[in-house]
């Protein structure tokens, strides 16, 4: 299972970004998918999860400003960010609970990263 983050970028601050992340491989079913984001020397955070039942969780920094989506046909799910503000700026990465055989639990896989620099 290989999951590819793209979208990240340089914005100024108030602007948008969309991020992608597309899981292929031998994929049985995706429980759930989710963006995570660090700077270096602090540790990884969730931003926001989405479930295989569209149930979704936010971070508060995250709330009212960005929107996690997905496709499931494509397994592919999507952070919509906007009003960016410069304490946004972090690696963005994407993590799926996949499980690839019926007896098999469902297990996390995580994408390269994709960077998020907010500055004018």
């Known amino acids: 299972v290989q999951l590819q983050a793209s979208g990240g970028g340089l914005v100024q601050p108030g602007g948008s970004l969309r991020l992608s992340c597309a899981a292929t491989?031998?994929?049985?079913?995706?429980?759930?998918m989710s963006w995570y984001r660090q700077v270096p020397g602090k540790q990884r955070e969730l931003v926001a999860a989405?479930?295989?039942?569209?149930?979704?969780n936010y971070a508060d920094f995250a709330q009212g400003r960005f929107t996690i989506s997905r496709d499931s046909a494509k397994n592919t799910v999507y952070l919509q960010m906007n009003s960016l503000k410069s304490e946004d700026t972090a690696a963005y990465y994407c993590?799926?609970?996949?499980?690839?055989?019926?007896?098999?639990?469902?297990?996390?896989?995580w994408g390269q990263g994709t960077q998020v620099t907010v500055s004018s």
């Open positions: 993590n799926a609970k996949v499980k690839i055989i019926i007896a098999a639990p469902y297990s996390d896989y």
């Open positions: 491989g031998s994929i049985l079913s995706i429980y759930a």
């Open positions: 989405i479930t295989s039942g569209d149930s979704t």
